[in-house]
């Protein structure tokens, strides 16, 4: 089978993949982003390229990167008419919209009755210092938009609302959510179509529990009821291939942090032995 991988051509996750997809015997190719391109109209009707991308049986987006608004749409509605063509896409672009919009992805986490904390979202710096007030005087503010621990802070003294309400002044989004008290680890659960792998992270010395924040993996079996949880939030973005984020909590539940659509996993391979992008390619030509 043909399949385009769509990232950064340097990257670890592509190599794996190549590697993966050689090893099952297929025909990978990798695609950077700004080498896509669309064209309409004439006897050729609507095209896109490379040759390599229309030509792939399976597109497996494996980056998402940061860019100017026109691109970021560009990049989507191409990914949506390429799936438009029959061509399966993973994940699909409507699901990969979803998934980057913390809040419409967490609404609808929500709207199927998963727990989740408490969120405000608002406009305005007003909005912001009452927004606070409301989630108890201690929260995190998170970007919208964002990965890997970036731009997340805890807003636990009226001094960091007032900077974090200046920044929101400048035109962008304040997203609020209560801060969970917890013991200082959280579960990533990794779903590939039917497969789950998992670890928990543990924070060091930083509250926040990212790897790239410097947080230790370690091995770990979720209950299966937090298995499920995954999969209903992953079933409510729409999602194949799932990067589920669950906090424990000290009153003995557990909360949906976010939904990754496009997850990583060099730090959950070191701790569970499993090659993760085999499964990837095997759910990637899959019959559907």
């Not at 699909?92 to 913390?102: G, N, Q």
């Not at 299966?224 to 949880?229: F, G, K, N, R």
């Not at 729409?238 to 909590?249: F, M, N, W």
């Amino acid at each position: 089978m043909r399949l385009a991988l769509l990232g950064d051509p340097h990257g670890w996750h592509l190599q794996q993949l190549v590697r993966a997809a050689v090893g099952r015997g297929h025909e990978p190719s990798i695609v950077a982003w700004p080498t896509v391109t669309a064209s309409l109209g004439g006897t050729a009707g609507e095209h896109h390229g490379p040759p390599e991308l229309a030509a792939a049986d399976t597109v497996i987006v494996r980056t998402m990167p940061a860019g100017s608004l026109e691109e970021v749409i560009l990049r989507m509605d191409i990914l949506g008419r390429i799936a438009a063509t029959g061509t399966r896409v993973i994940n699909h672009p409507r699901s990969l919209e979803v998934a980057i919009d913390k809040y419409l992805s967490l609404a609808r986490i929500s709207a199927a009755g998963l727990p989740v904390p408490r969120t405000v979202v608002v406009q305005r710096p007003d909005d912001l210092q009452a927004a606070w007030e409301m989630l108890g005087g201690d929260a995190v503010s998170k970007p919208l938009f964002g990965s890997r621990g970036r731009g997340i802070e805890r807003l636990d003294s009226a001094a960091a609302v007032d900077t974090a309400a200046a920044t929101l002044a400048e035109g962008r989004i304040g997203y609020l959510q209560e801060f969970v008290p917890h013991d200082g680890w959280d579960v990533r659960i990794l779903l590939v179509g039917d497969r789950v792998f998992a670890m928990r992270r543990i924070a060091t010395g930083d509250w926040r529990m990212n790897l790239a924040r410097g947080a230790r993996p370690e091995p770990f079996a979720p209950p299966t009821e937090w298995v499920q949880l995954a999969r209903g939030a992953a079933s409510a973005v729409g999602t194949e291939v799932a990067g589920v984020d669950l906090l424990p909590t000290h009153a003995g539940g557990v909360v949906v942090l976010e939904v990754n659509g496009v997850p990583g996993w060099r730090g959950l391979q070191t701790v569970c032995g499993d090659d993760i992008a085999t499964a990837v390619i095997d759910l990637a030509v899959q019959p559907t």
